[in-house]
């Protein structure tokens, strides 16, 4: 239940991000300069801490320091894959720092779920990064689910990104 409504949070936050980067698109396009950098201004004051629970910046730093908690919301926060601008960035930077943590076996399944969603949806920037941090939490169910994919399915990208996935786990 907690994660339920972290991710209808991180969603929020992220349609809200969306909505003030929109209107800063929009007012750069008028003539009313001061509407533009007031839009601008509230979007940059706003991003750190619409972007992460708790504000991006101080989360990154955390998730260097291997913080449990903090491991756990990036984790909910890829399951949620929020779409704003620069969205993709951020879930690269979660992964990169997601492979150099220290992992508990639930969070190893989080991400076993979150990566194999991602092969069944491929939205995003982050492919590299996923495929990186799936050697970190590669067991043999997890390649038998990325074999069971490349097997059923009928989607080519779904397939091209197992078959990526799969050539770096046994590589």
């Given at each position: 239940?907690i994660n339920?409504k972290?991710i209808?949070?991180?969603i929020?936050?992220a349609?809200?991000?969306t909505?003030?980067?929109?209107?800063v698109?929009?007012?750069?396009?008028?003539?009313d300069r001061q509407a533009?950098?007031?839009?601008?201004?509230?979007f940059?004051?706003?991003?750190n801490r619409?972007?992460f629970?708790?504000?991006?910046?101080?989360?990154?730093?955390?998730l260097?320091?291997?913080?449990p908690?903090?491991?756990?919301?990036?984790?909910v926060?890829?399951e949620?894959?929020?779409?704003f601008?620069?969205s993709?960035?951020?879930?690269q930077?979660?992964?990169?720092?997601?492979k150099?943590?220290i992992?508990?076996?639930?969070?190893?399944l989080?991400?076993q779920?979150?990566?194999?969603?991602?092969?069944?949806q491929?939205?995003?920037?982050q492919e590299h990064?996923y495929?990186?941090l799936?050697?970190?939490?590669?067991t043999?169910?997890?390649?038998e689910?990325l074999q069971e994919?490349?097997?059923?399915t009928?989607?080519?990208?779904?397939?091209?990104?197992?078959k990526?996935m799969?050539a770096i786990?046994?590589?």
């Amino acid at each position: 239940m907690i994660n339920k409504k972290l991710i209808e949070s991180i969603i929020k936050n992220a349609a809200e991000l969306t909505q003030k980067h929109i209107l800063v698109k929009e007012t750069a396009q008028g003539s009313d300069r001061q509407a533009w950098e007031k839009a601008a201004q509230d979007f940059h004051h706003h991003y750190n801490r619409l972007a992460f629970p708790g504000g991006l910046k101080e989360a990154l730093n955390l998730l260097k320091q291997n913080d449990p908690a903090t491991i756990e919301v990036a984790i909910v926060y890829l399951e949620a894959d929020p779409y704003f601008h620069r969205s993709g960035y951020i879930k690269q930077q979660i992964a990169r720092l997601l492979k150099q943590s220290i992992l508990s076996e639930q969070n190893i399944l989080q991400i076993q779920a979150v990566l194999l969603q991602f092969i069944q949806q491929g939205r995003g920037r982050q492919e590299h990064e996923y495929n990186r941090l799936a050697k970190k939490i590669k067991t043999p169910a997890f390649i038998e689910s990325l074999q069971e994919i490349v097997r059923t399915t009928k989607e080519a990208g779904t397939s091209r990104r197992a078959k990526n996935m799969l050539a770096i786990l046994l590589g």
